[in-house]
């Protein structure tokens, strides 16, 4: 069953036209991926689907129902949750502060407790380090911590936008362990990542965009034999 379906949709930042007729699926509980080279609009594609962005024609359905026209806040109370590249979390905060600022919406609120222990059970180092500033983190740790956060907004859609970048190859394995770890849980992932390797392993099934239109997609392990795939995006690495 699809729990997030986009039909034809289109994105602009004013005059600048980034996506087109964007057609993609979400599978329930499953980890689904988006792969494409820098600047070509994977980022705007999650916006879109959070409503921070409005899409100028297209529509998208989650859980059955219409979403394209509402305002970002009733998206996330409906279970949207998106964790943004680059790791931002609030320094100065201990762990488990960030963690409770990802538990606004009223269903996470009422969940509170269940998640985090749900997110100290997937990142038991985020139990040993609950009281410490989250400025002391190391830059895998501040990824499970932005992570974590996600998991607090009681997700049926967890967005996550390139969590591997610039980590360390043990940080990147850790994070794509979480990742499966949390899809296990029995949540939806949507995972954008230029580590393609990697990705085609842990989702089942990847879009891969090309100057803002879906240029291929298919289960993971076609794509990973697929002769421009290789070509292009698995050769260099
Ligand atoms: N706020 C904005 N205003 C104007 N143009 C923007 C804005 N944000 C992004 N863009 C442009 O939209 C295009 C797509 O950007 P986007 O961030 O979605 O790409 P991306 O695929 O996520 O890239 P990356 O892999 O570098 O994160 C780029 O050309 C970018 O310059
Ligand atoms: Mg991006």
Redesign the pocket.
């Known amino acids: 069953m699809p729990i997030l379906k986009l039909h034809k949709v289109n994105s602009s930042?004013?005059q600048?036209h980034?996506l087109w007729d964007v057609d993609l699926v979400v599978e329930e509980k499953s980890i689904t991926g988006l792969i494409?080279?820098?600047?070509?609009?994977?980022?705007?594609?999650l916006k879109t689907i959070l409503g921070t962005i409005y899409p100028s024609s297209g529509e998208i359905h989650f859980n059955g129902e219409r979403i394209d026209r509402l305002p970002p806040k009733e998206i996330v109370k409906r279970g949207v949750v998106y964790v943004p590249?680059g790791r931002r979390v609030f320094p100065e905060m201990t762990v488990e502060e960030n963690l409770n600022l990802g538990a606004m919406n009223p269903k996470a609120r009422d969940e509170r407790e269940e998640n985090l222990r749900e997110v100290y059970q997937i990142f038991p180092v985020l139990k040993e380090r609950r009281h410490q500033l989250a400025g002391t983190l190391s830059g895998g740790e501040l990824q499970f911590l932005a992570i974590g956060r996600g998991v607090m907004g009681s997700p049926q859609l967890l967005m996550i936008d390139?969590p591997s970048l610039g980590l360390s190859p043990i940080a990147i394995n850790n994070v794509f362990e979480t990742i499966r770890k949390i899809n296990q849980l029995g949540k939806t992932i949507l995972i954008?990542e230029?580590n393609v390797p990697r990705l085609l392993k842990i989702a089942s099934y990847t879009y891969l965009?090309e100057n803002g239109k879906i240029a291929r997609s298919g289960p993971s392990e076609i794509l990973e034999k697929d002769e421009y795939i290789t070509r292009s995006y698995l050769g260099i690495l």
């Open positions: 930042y004013g600048i980034v494409g080279p820098n600047g070509t609009g994977k980022s705007t594609l590249e390139e954008v230029q965009m």
